[in-house]
């Protein structure tokens, strides 16, 4: 069994988080998970609705898996040194690190995709790739996968991240049952990628 680590700040994204793991939670045999934050008071979503750490930053185990989601709260604690602290050894620590939307942000702040590639948000691509650029940011993908490093663009993109994280992991069969199960239509093509276009980063087709 795995276990994820899934990390939660003020102002993070729901559906980046709550889809994936909706994904990952259906395999209660393959994986446990856990969400972390800095405190053990709950934490406010972008939305507004507040989710309740099961352990904090400083009392964490090593986990398996680490997942990062975005949301508007990336902005603030990209400049949180003891936040990317912790980032930054947990994934060094884990044998893979998944990351949803302007998670990426916080990831690239650590320095750990440097001389990677990785994706992100299409709305925020140009800022993000701009403050950083030892990073190879991929215009044009649904998710990327770099060695243990799985980073995805916005929001609902990392529920076909995490399925393509199951299927690495447990095989395409069983990461097609999970899409089943969850009446999802699994986009299972990682360079599927109609938002690039629409935030002008690639010409049109």
């Not at 069994?1 to 994936?20: H, S, V």
């Not at 972008?46 to 990336?74: C, K, W, Y």
Request: aromatic share 8%; glycine share 8%.
């Amino acid at each position: 069994m795995r276990r994820i680590g899934a990390l939660i700040f003020p102002g993070f994204e729901l559906l980046d988080l709550f889809g994936p793991l909706e994904m990952f939670g259906l395999l209660k045999d393959e994986f446990d998970l856990q969400l972390v934050a800095e405190t053990p008071d709950p934490v406010e979503s972008n939305q507004q609705v507040r989710a309740s750490p099961d352990t904090t930053i400083e009392h964490a185990d090593r986990f398996d898996v680490l997942f990062v989601p975005g949301g508007m709260g990336t902005r603030r604690e990209v400049n949180n040194t003891v936040l990317l602290d912790w980032i930054k050894t947990a994934s060094e620590q884990a044998d893979y690190v998944l990351c949803v939307c302007t998670g990426s942000l916080l990831l690239a702040a650590t320095g750990v995709l440097d001389g990677r590639r990785a994706t992100t948000n299409k709305a925020a691509f140009t800022s993000i790739a701009h403050q950083y650029p030892k990073v190879d940011w991929v215009k044009q993908a649904r998710w990327v996968e770099d060695d243990k490093f799985i980073t995805s663009s916005g929001i609902s993109a990392g529920m076909d991240m995490a399925l393509g994280a199951i299927a690495l992991m447990h095989g395409r069969e069983m990461a097609e049952k999970v899409a089943i199960c969850c009446e999802y239509d699994w986009h299972q093509e990682k360079n599927w990628d109609p938002f690039a276009e629409t935030h002008g980063l690639v010409g049109s087709s």
